[in-house]
């Protein structure tokens, strides 16, 4: 990893500075806010100042790391995927938190509350905003990119979430119709 491409960049709407691994929930929030935005990416570096510093984290790593993990597990809602990674910069360590917000996750909540990162800054998602990337992001579900049982698991989600009935044979006779003229 670049850490000094990172660090002369500063933060940006992907990319957070922790000082040190107790502010381990403002990391997670922003990683939140991060996977929240159109880009849907985003890392947290612990052991880096928001001043650019780089003043490395100590402790036992391995249980800060299964701290973190167990963390996420319980706050973020639906669940994430993310990679940890401790490297060693300038004789300190720096630990890494990356994740990637996949197509067909439309938003991802930490502690019940979901937030966006606009710039370096982040705020929750209004009601409005949550509603807004229910139906904006499932739109963008590529169907040539997926089987035809994928998209009919995509399509259930969608009416289940949104409390609509719909015949399965209707629905089966729509997939038909579209894997026919693919």
């Known amino acids: 990893m670049d850490f000094e491409k990172i660090i002369q960049d500063g933060e940006t709407q992907s990319v957070e500075f922790k000082k040190s691994f107790n502010l381990m929930k403002e990391g997670c929030k922003s990683l939140c806010g991060m996977l929240n935005t159109?880009?849907?990416?985003?890392?947290v570096l612990f052991g880096i100042s928001p001043e650019n510093d780089v003043v490395g984290i100590r402790g036992n790593l391995d249980s800060t790391q299964r701290t973190l993990v167990q963390h996420i597990r319980q706050k973020f809602d639906p669940s994430?995927?993310?990679?940890?990674?401790?490297?060693e910069y300038k004789d300190k360590k720096i630990l890494t938190l990356f994740?990637?917000?996949?197509?067909?996750?439309?938003?991802?909540?930490?502690?019940?509350?979901a937030f966006i990162?606009?710039?370096s800054t982040k705020r929750c998602l209004s009601i409005q905003e949550k509603e807004s990337l229910n139906n904006s992001r499932f739109d963008k579900i590529n169907i040539l990119k997926i089987s035809e049982k994928e998209l009919e698991e995509k399509l259930f989600e969608?009416?289940?979430?949104?409390?609509?009935?719909?015949?399965?044979?209707?629905?089966?006779?729509?997939f038909a119709q579209i894997f026919s003229t693919l």
């Open 158 to 174: 969608i009416f289940k979430q949104k409390n609509s009935f719909i015949e399965i044979r209707f629905l089966k006779n729509i």
């Open 99 to 113: 994740a990637k917000r996949p197509e067909d996750v439309r938003y991802y909540e930490y502690g019940g509350r």
């Open 117 to 119: 990162k606009e710039g």
């Open 38 to 43: 159109e880009v849907g990416t985003g890392m």
């Open 80 to 87: 994430i995927k993310v990679s940890i990674q401790i490297e």
